[in-house]
């Protein structure tokens, strides 16, 4: 049995200050059932996606809210998951199990955060409570502290200066920040010249040596979702359909400071990649667009390595040779990305889909990838310890 996507929503992303974590979790629902071609009668489940309703918002038990979308969702299971920043993904993995095992049809999924009602020292500690926290957020390491240490474990191995490191990763600012110029929804429509973004400057002070605040990703709010059903369902219902063709999950030890797992590659990422494209029957020559988890511009680097794009210590030859840009081989985050686009935690994952979904579609939000026909999703949670690779195919 295969399960394939058929109605879908993205909110604007960015400080939304009208709408609160309940609006958005209805207002996604509502559309995604709206524009699935399904009655809301017709929804067997729900699966919320979201990380820390509690610590954002004072909101733990925040699934049954979605029977607010519609009357006839009342007594309908609504289950929320979290898995960190991965939990959008893992909210439509639970969903696909569950119509896989034949306990359900059909499942609306809606990923969803709420992050800007906390100032930033609130979203930090907040966010520390996905690292292991004994040893990491309870000892001072922020996520831009986390993902630094990759950056330090991937000039150490290859033996880049801190100078070349920032040269690399220019060009993943920059090339984020042009593709969501292009996305209505992004979060961020400015541009940065090169120049600026690879040194520190006033406005762009180191945050974690040697990141620095162009390298990391945006506090947002928003919300996504999309209705899961079995392929043949949608095949009846729509003229166009995208199969989640495979999806593979793997983790990790939780910790990456106490070294039981690599500081120069996403060792974890690369095992679900190479999984979800096993399982698919395909490689990475037959992906046509990806979005991925740049949560930093070092993760981005990294997942080019992870992807085969290029081989372990040569990430920028995949930026060099211009795969990455639309236009290009594969063309990565033509939304902006985490980036720029921004990232409400939980519903990150399932904005990648949408997003993937969107563009074989040929509906892109923001920049059209032209004759997509097969998508790459990649959602990480914490700093490596969940990770989640999806292979979406447009098949009508």
């Known amino acids: 049995m295969s399960v394939s996507m058929i109605g879908f929503y993205h909110s604007k992303v960015g400080k939304l200050e009208n709408e609160t974590i309940y609006s958005l979790l209805v207002e996604a629902g509502r559309r995604a059932i709206e524009d699935s071609g399904l009655e809301p009668k017709d929804i067997d489940a729900i699966f919320v996606g979201n990380y820390s309703g509690g610590g954002f918002n004072k909101q733990e038990h925040i699934a049954p809210f979605a029977v607010e ?15 960190a920043c991965a939990s959008g993904s893992t909210a439509i993995e639970q969903a696909m199990f569950a119509i896989e095992s034949g306990r359900i049809k059909n499942a609306l999924v809606i990923g969803v955060e709420k992050m800007t009602s906390l100032k930033t020292a609130g979203v930090t500690e907040v966010l520390a409570m996905a690292s292991y926290y004994p040893e990491e957020g309870g000892k001072g390491y922020s996520f831009p502290g986390l993902y630094a240490e990759y950056a330090k474990g991937y000039m150490a191995k290859y033996g880049y200066s801190k100078e070349e490191l920032w040269d690399m990763l220019s060009y993943i600012t920059v090339k984020a920040h042009k593709n969501a110029m292009a996305n209505p929804l992004a979060q961020m429509h400015v541009e940065y010249e090169r120049e600026y973004v690879r040194t520190i400057q006033e406005k762009n002070p180191l945050i974690a040596d040697p990141l620095k605040l162009s390298d990391c990703s945006l506090v947002s709010d928003g919300a996504a979702a999309v209705v899961l059903t079995k392929t043949e369902t949608a095949l009846s219902l729509k003229d166009k359909v995208v199969e989640i063709r495979s999806l593979a999950h793997t983790s990790d030890y939780l910790s990456i400071v106490e070294g039981k797992r690599p500081n120069y590659k996403l060792e974890a ?17 037959d992906i046509n667009v990806a979005e991925v988890h ?12 992870a992807m085969g794009l290029a ?10 040779n211009g795969d990455v840009y639309v236009g290009g081989r594969l063309p990565v985050n033509p939304s902006g990305g985490l980036k720029a686009k921004g990232h409400p935690v939980g519903a990150t994952g399932v904005s990648m889909h949408v997003l993937v979904a969107k563009q074989l579609l040929g509906e892109a939000i923001g920049l059209q990838v032209e004759n997509a026909k097969a998508g790459l999703t990649l959602n990480i949670g914490g700093s490596g310890a969940t990770n989640i690779a999806s292979v979406l ?3 009508k």
């Open 69 to 83: 979308i519609h009357p006839d969702l009342r007594f309908k299971p609504c289950i929320r998951v979290e898995n």
């Open 393 to 395: 195919v447009r098949i």
């Open 269 to 285: 990422a690369e095992v679900a990649i190479q999984r979800a494209l096993k399982d698919a029957n395909m490689t990475i020559n």
């Open 311 to 320: 081989k372990e210590g040569r990430g920028f030859d995949a930026i060099l």
């Open 294 to 305: 740049d949560c930093f511009t070092i993760t981005e680097l990294l997942i080019y390595e």
